[in-house]
């Protein structure tokens, strides 16, 4: 989806401003001996203020013997152009000391109008099935929003770029190693070269490299094992979240052709009282066709919600297995899914031995612990697979 943006008024933009320098000292307010304000410079600070990213929050401690490990929620957001549910989130996970997983698509690290500087593989230049980035002012917002999440402690990771589906030729899922290469060689030339590629020389830099981006999701779940993990490790990436579950239910990840995955979960809806690929646009499909209805949003809503809540009290009383919660910024069916996201994370995120972490961290948390405790994990059922399970 192309970026969208919010613009302050004139008048706001120069009150802020004004209050702005009032609070950095380069200006205050004094009377003369006649009783009319004046300004008097003073000088600002010569220390800039540097960010500070916020730590983990993930316990890297080993588990004690007959321990439960804690129940950890993996919340992703597919694309994250700008947008309120960007806000939405960021907000939220700060109430609730959550991390999510921010997945860039690299379009939006181009305007329209340098659209020819991506190539998808088997295309000519400039062909995408979404919208790039929009005008510089939109980029650049793009690139403040990246850092601001970046800083809050939350994992980056791709999208990929060009997000062409089935239904359009050359797929995702007709790809070879040598595409998914060429793809993930795009992705992280335009995020490097974004400042050239679009001849933006304001605003801030991009606040992190390609070294931090370890993982992703494919377009629409495509793309296979075979042919996608090798370009993975190719890049030095260490994780997955793109394929179907092999299963039904919540079950602990493995690693395949050295690659973690953690497959979207085909759990128990009891709203829908049958099995559900825990996808937002997959609960849009199923309820109406993913036809723009905005009547059907409430329901929507509840079905989403309540089967999160299946999800997690199941996993949390049974094998405590991560929860994958893949979710998108986009306000399909009048906002139907993000709000009942938010309140998930809102409430679960609070609950105790519960941790709303990112993929590396949880990585990094199993890879710590002996193996045969995770071998033991990964032997335990899978549940929330029927409406008693």
């Not at 793109?242 to 299963?247: D, E, N, R, V």
Request: overall charge neutral; aromatic content about 12%; some cysteine.
């Amino acid at each position: 989806m192309p970026a969208t943006t919010r613009r302050w008024p004139a008048r706001t933009a120069a009150m802020l401003l004004a209050a702005a320098l009032l609070s950095t000292g380069t200006l205050s307010c004094s009377s003369d001996t006649s009783g009319h304000a004046v300004r008097v410079p003073v000088a600002a600070d010569p220390t800039p203020v540097v960010p500070v990213r916020a730590e983990s929050n993930v316990p890297l401690t080993k588990l004690a013997p007959g321990a439960k490990p804690p129940q950890f929620i993996l919340f992703s957001f597919d694309g994250v152009g700008v947008g309120p549910n960007w806000d939405l989130f960021l907000e939220t996970a700060k109430e609730t000391d959550a991390r999510f997983s921010a997945l860039m698509t690299g379009l939006y690290f181009l305007t329209d109008a340098a659209r020819k500087k991506y190539r998808a593989p088997g295309r000519k230049p400039g062909e995408a099935a979404i919208g790039f980035g929009g005008t510089k002012a939109e980029v650049i917002e793009e690139i403040e929003y990246l850092n601001k999440t970046w800083y809050d402690g939350h994992e980056m990771g791709t999208h990929y770029v060009g997000h062409f589906c089935a239904g359009t030729s050359y797929p995702g899922n007709a790809w070879t190693t040598a595409d998914w290469n060429h793809e993930l060689d795009q992705f992280f030339s335009l995020m490097v070269n974004w400042r050239t590629n679009n001849g933006i020389t304001t605003g801030p830099d991009l606040a992190f490299g390609p070294e931090v981006v370890k993982g992703g999701r494919t377009q629409c779940l495509e793309g296979t094992p075979k042919a996608l993990f090798p370009a993975l490790r190719k890049h030095h990436m260490t994780w997955d979240s793109s394929m179907a579950a092999a299963q039904p239910g919540i079950f602990w990840p493995t690693k395949e052709r050295g690659i973690w995955e953690f497959p979207i979960p085909y759990v128990y809806s009891p709203a829908l009282k049958h099995r559900q690929t825990a996808l937002d646009y997959n609960f849009w499909y199923t309820y109406n066709g993913a036809r723009d209805r905005p009547k059907d949003a409430p329901k929507i809503r509840r079905a989403v919600r309540s089967t999160y809540d299946y999800m997690y009290k199941r996993a949390y009383e049974g094998n405590r297995a991560p929860l994958v919660i893949a979710n998108h910024f986009n306000e399909w069916n009048a906002n139907a899914f993000n709000p009942a996201t938010a309140d998930f994370m809102r409430d679960a995120c609070t609950k105790p031995e519960t941790v709303c972490a990112t993929y590396q961290d949880v990585i990094a948390w199993m890879e710590l612990q002996d193996p045969q405790v995770i071998a033991d994990l990964q032997k335990l059922p899978a549940v929330a697979i029927d409406a008693k399970r």
